[in-house]
């Protein structure tokens, strides 16, 4: 009997072959995809900062300068910027100061629930505003609407007073309820707040757009 041709597509040991090969390519990949992830959200450190290194994720102390958001046109949208040193709550925070601060200011967003109303790095929900660059809406800037009702001169001490009364300050027709926010819980979420803002997350979320200087120029609220 003559052999027969048979087809590669109907060829046992030839799927085999190529299963063993896309399953060792595909765990290498994933392995290198794995080191470089964590390399790129591993937070950066009080050095960094001091030495004009930018890190997707800043160290704590980042909320001792100036944080701004700029149009990339190389990445096609917006960045967070680090600039000159700034007080926050009039002092500047040491390296283990902030580290606590920003701890408080994680855990009192879960105790709190913010995720229920808010959006936070892409989790939560879409009933309040996000959160994310939340530290970089115009209306809590100098000549924004929230520092003039609260009465208060930086953008922390503006925040704090509002998580803290809400109820004093209506902003919305969905408005936040008094969640028993403490002077101290406060701080520490507002730190948690402009840390998060410093988090290069590639433009997220789209629809914030507006940096100050447009919000200036243009009028119109960034959320």
Known sequence: MANENVSVWTSIPFWRRSAAWVTGFATILLIWLTFDTIGQISMGTDADLKNGVTKRVPAPTVINYKIGYEMSKK?????????????????????????????????????????????????????????????????????????GMTGKNT?????????????????????????????????????????????????????FSKTVDQFKAGGTNAH
């Open 75 to 147: 990445r096609g949208h917006e960045v967070p910027t680090i600039g000159e040193k700034q007080p926050f709550f009039g002092k500047e925070w040491s390296p283990k100061e902030a580290a606590n601060l920003l701890h408080l200011g994680k855990l009192t967003s879960q105790a709190k629930n913010c995720m229920d109303c808010h959006t936070l790095l892409g989790n939560g929900a879409y009933y309040a505003p996000d959160l994310t660059k939340a530290w970089l809406d115009p209306a809590w800037q100098d000549g924004g609407p929230m520092q």
């Open 155 to 207: 953008v922390e001490e503006a925040m704090a007073e509002f998580l803290q009364h809400p109820s004093k300050y209506p902003t919305h027709a969905r408005m936040m309820p008094n969640l028993g926010i403490t002077a101290d819980e406060a701080k520490g979420l507002v730190a948690f707040l402009k840390h998060m803002s410093s988090i290069d997350t590639n433009g997220f979320p789209r629809n």
